[in-house]
């Protein structure tokens, strides 16, 4: 892989830095609704299921939270199903660089290699918070408490992910396995790029392009570069606090008031960040194209 400093170095007589053919105001029906059904699957039907079925019906303490949460992850699942296909299904145009075809390899080989870097987190994530359902939903009295954590732990798991990929990022210690199109033995990207890359490619339908494009971008645009790491630093630091503030509120608010903030909070948070981010990702991107502009012009 060549370095920034040479791919800047190729590119700067380009009037603009590497395209990104990928645009969001396309798709804004898609994504709100989307978005839609992950907040009513994931927070609103949590507190109005359990409310509901605790003070509208006859039903014990574990029946309510039983119910409550196994008509829970619809969507999630969905997504995790529909997305594993369009990576391993043979006329993928969204894996990684590198992932090789059924034919050129076992069973078990071919699915490794093709799963990227956020399929692997989310699939961590579900184990953890399946294990949380499973083992609250057992006892004859729930620990409601522990029924509260489900996103508090997808924070863990993701701000805990990125925060160890940061660590080797700034320690220069090399990845002992590919990180999505990253191969292995590299110094990993900053954490958030992995899955903007995944996330993009394969379920906002960039494919293969998007992936190379954004590698692109990458290494040809400083700008570009530093953007990613204050980003990635803005979301783990974020999570961690987020689901560490959750935890605190979980186990001391009284019982019915910690479950709502349990299943509400950690989206609350993560719609102000996305914000945020929006915001400050158009600010860079402006920033980019001018100072850019400006290099161009100066080598002439």
């Given at each position: 892989?060549?370095?920034?400093?040479?791919?800047?170095?190729?590119?700067?007589?380009?009037?603009?830095?590497?395209?990104?053919?990928?645009?969001?105001?396309?798709?804004?029906?898609?994504?709100?609704?989307?978005?839609?059904?992950?907040?009513?699957?994931?927070?609103?039907?949590?507190?109005?299921?359990?409310?509901?079925?605790?003070?509208?019906?006859?039903?014990?303490?574990?029946?309510?939270?039983?119910?409550?949460?196994?008509?829970?992850?619809?969507?999630?699942?969905?997504?995790?199903?529909?997305?594993?296909?369009?990576?391993?299904?043979?006329?993928?145009?969204?894996?990684?660089?590198?992932?090789?075809?059924?034919?050129?390899?076992?069973?078990?080989?071919?699915?490794?290699?093709?799963?990227?870097?956020?399929?692997?987190?989310?699939?961590?994530?579900?184990?953890?918070?399946l294990a949380e359902l499973i083992y609250g939903t057992t006892?004859?009295?729930?620990?409601?408490?522990?029924?509260?954590?489900?996103?508090?732990?997808?924070?863990?798991?993701?701000?805990?992910?990125?925060?160890?990929?940061?660590?080797?990022?700034?320690?220069?210690?090399?990845?002992?396995?590919?990180?999505?199109?990253?191969?292995?033995?590299?110094?990993?990207?900053?954490?958030?790029?992995?899955?903007?890359?995944?996330?993009?490619?394969?379920?906002?339908?960039?494919?293969?392009?998007?992936?190379?494009?954004?590698?692109?971008?990458?290494?040809?645009?400083?700008?570009?570069?530093?953007?990613?790491?204050?980003?990635?630093?803005?979301?783990?630091?974020?999570?961690?606090?987020?689901?560490?503030?959750?935890?605190?509120?979980?186990?001391?608010?009284?019982?019915?008031?910690?479950?709502?903030?349990?299943?509400?909070?950690?989206?609350?948070?993560?719609?102000?960040?996305?914000?945020?981010?929006?915001?400050?990702?158009?600010?860079?991107?402006?920033?980019?194209?001018?100072?850019?502009?400006?290099?161009?012009?100066?080598?002439?």
């Amino acid at each position: 892989m060549s370095s920034p400093v040479t791919s800047a170095a190729s590119v700067l007589k380009e009037p603009h830095p590497p395209p990104l053919d990928y645009s969001l105001h396309t798709r804004k029906l898609t994504i709100t609704l989307f978005w839609s059904l992950v907040v009513i699957d994931s927070v609103f039907m949590p507190i109005a299921l359990y409310f509901g079925l605790q003070y509208g019906t006859s039903l014990d303490d574990n029946a309510v939270l039983s119910i409550t949460m196994a008509a829970l992850g619809g969507v999630s699942l969905i997504e995790y199903i529909y997305r594993t296909w369009r990576l391993v299904n043979r006329k993928s145009d969204c894996r990684c660089s590198g992932a090789k075809r059924h034919h050129r390899t076992t069973t078990d080989q071919a699915l490794i290699q093709q799963l990227d870097w956020f399929h692997w987190c989310f699939t961590l994530m579900w184990v953890f918070v399946l294990a949380e359902l499973i083992y609250g939903t057992t006892p004859t009295l729930p620990p409601m408490r522990l029924l509260s954590m489900p996103l508090a732990t997808v924070l863990y798991t993701f701000g805990t992910i990125m925060l160890v990929v940061d660590a080797m990022r700034y320690l220069r210690i090399t990845i002992p396995f590919p990180l999505s199109s990253q191969p292995r033995g590299s110094v990993p990207r900053p954490a958030i790029y992995p899955y903007i890359e995944d996330i993009v490619a394969v379920d906002g339908g960039g494919g293969a392009t998007y992936r190379k494009q954004l590698s692109d971008r990458y290494e040809a645009s400083p700008i570009f570069r530093a953007m990613l790491s204050k980003l990635s630093l803005f979301w783990w630091i974020g999570a961690e606090l987020v689901a560490t503030l959750t935890t605190a509120l979980v186990f001391t608010l009284p019982k019915e008031p910690a479950y709502v903030v349990g299943w509400s909070l950690p989206f609350l948070w993560a719609g102000i960040w996305t914000a945020a981010t929006i915001w400050y990702a158009k600010r860079e991107l402006r920033r980019e194209a001018k100072q850019w502009s400006e290099e161009v012009d100066l080598g002439r």
